[in-house]
C-alpha cells in the first residue's frame, strides 16, 4: 500500500478558539485525518511570544487541547500533543536559523503587526523559523492553514530548500492547504480586517463554546452596510458578505441559494438566521467538549508527546548528521 502524504499544523493556546480558526484551519484538519498521516499541535511556545499570564498558561493550554478534540482532531487517529515537550522542535529551529535571513524576517507582516501592538523581541522575530521547524521536523509534505498564515509557509518552503541546497536532500517542500472559502473569516466589528484571538473587542469574534444567547448578541452587533439587500460583494458589502460566507459553511449551503432565500430580507432577521446557523454548527462542539473531562485529556496529551519524541529524534539524528554534528 502507497505510504500516506503526512500533513502538519498547529493552533496557539492564546485566548479562546473562534470561527476564523475553525472554518479556515481546524475543520479541514479533522477532514484531512482520513486520507492524511496527521501531526497536529498546540503550539505553546509560540503563544509566548507576546504579552501572557503565566499562572494561567497550563489552563489555557488544556482548554485549547480540548476544543481541538471537541471539534474532531482524534488522538487515536492523529498524533496530538504541547509542542513544548518535544524538544526537537526549538533544537531544528535553532539551526534553521542559522540560514534565515534577517531582512526576510523582518518583512513578516504579523511580526510587524504584532511587535507594533506588542512590542519586538526576539521570539516574536524568530517565530516563522520556530513555525517551519514545527513542520519540517516530521518531514510534512502539506499543511492546513488559513490564508494568514501564507508568507510563513513561504519562508518554510524556502528553508527546506535552501537546507536542502546545502546539505544534501533532506526536507520534502510543503504545500500549503488552503480552504477556497473560509481561509479569511473577517471581524463582525470591523469586516476590513480578520477575525483574530488578539483583538481586544470581544464582540469581534465568536468562539467556538460561546453559548448560543451569546452569539445571537454578537451577531446582532455586527458591523453591516449601509443600504439594504443581502448580497455577496466585497467590495461594497463587506459586513453582509462575511455573514453569508460564515452561514454558508455552517450550513452547506451555496453563497447564492442564501441569496435567493434571503435577498430581500431585512438586515434583523437575516442575523438571526446566521446566529440560528451558527449556534447549530457549533452545538456538537459544544456538547463534545462537555464530556471530556481534565485527567483523561492530560493523558492523552502525554502520551502525544511522547510518541512525538520518538518520531522526532531519528529525524533529528539525521539533520544533525547532515550539519556535521555528529557522524
Ligand atoms: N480569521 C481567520 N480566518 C480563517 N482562518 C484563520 N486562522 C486564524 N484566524 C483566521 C487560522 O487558524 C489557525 C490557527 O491560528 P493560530 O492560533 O495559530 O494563530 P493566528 O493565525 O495568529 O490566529 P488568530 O486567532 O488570528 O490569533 P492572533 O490574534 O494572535 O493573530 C491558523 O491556521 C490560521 O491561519
Known amino acids: 500500500m502507497a505510504q500516506r502524504k503526512r500533513v502538519f499544523s498547529g493552533l496557539q493556546p492564546t485566548g479562546n478558539v473562534h470561527v476564523g480558526n475553525y472554518l479556515g484551519a481546524l475543520r479541514n484538519w479533522v477532514r484531512l485525518q482520513d486520507d492524511y498521516d496527521c501531526v497536529y499541535c498546540i503550539v505553546d511556545l509560540h503563544a509566548i511570544t507576546v504579552e501572557y499570564d503565566p499562572a494561567d498558561f497550563a489552563r489555557e493550554r488544556r482548554e485549547a487541547a480540548k476544543v481541538l478534540i471537541a471539534c474532531g482532531v482524534d488522538p487515536d487517529r492523529s498524533l496530538f500533543y504541547y509542542q513544548s515537550e518535544v524538544p526537537q522542535h526549538t533544537e531544528l529551529a535553532w539551526i534553521l536559523g542559522t540560514i534565515t535571513g534577517m531582512g526576510q524576517l523582518g518583512r513578516m507582516t504579523q511580526y510587524k ?39 510563513h509557509l513561504e519562508l518554510t518552503r524556502d528553508l527546506a530548500v535552501r537546507f536542502n541546497a546545502r546539505f544534501g536532500d533532506e526536507f520534502p517542500v510543503p504545500e500549503p492547504i488552503i480552504p477556497e472559502h473560509g481561509a479569511r473569516v473577517m471581524s463582525l466589528q470591523n469586516p476590513l480586517a480578520k477575525m483574530s484571538k488578539s483583538d481586544p473587542d470581544e464582540g469581534s469574534r465568536i468562539l467556538v463554546l460561546d453559548p448560543p444567547e451569546t452569539i445571537k448578541a454578537k451577531v446582532k452587533r455586527a458591523v453591516t452596510d449601509s443600504g439594504k439587500g443581502i448580497r455577496h460583494d466585497w467590495e461594497s458589502k463587506p459586513g453582509i458578505s462575511n455573514l453569508l460566507e460564515m452561514m454558508s459553511l455552517f450550513t452547506g449551503t451555496p453563497i447564492p441559494d442564501l441569496e435567493a432565500e434571503h435577498g430581500s430580507s431585512g438586515y ?14 457549533l452545538a456538537p462542539i459544544r ?18 508527546a511522547a510518541t512525538a519524541r520518538e518520531m522526532a529524534e531519528p529525524y533529528q539524528a539525521r539533520v544533525r548528521r547532515r550539519i556535521g554534528l555528529s557522524r
Open 287 to 304: 456538547a463534545g467538549y462537555a464530556a471530556l473531562d481534565d485527567a483523561s485529556v492530560d493523558e492523552v496529551m502525554a502520551r502525544g
Open 268 to 281: 434583523g432577521a437575516f442575523k438571526e438566521a446566521v446566529a440560528e446557523a451558527v449556534i447549530a454548527g
Open 113 to 151: 503587526d504584532k511587535s507594533e501592538s506588542a512590542g519586538a523581541n526576539l521570539g516574536l522575530f524568530a517565530y516563522p523559523v520556530l513555525m517551519a521547524a514545527d513542520i519540517l521536523l516530521y518531514r510534512a509534505d502539506a499543511v492546513p492553514v488559513g490564508d494568514d498564515q501564507k508568507q
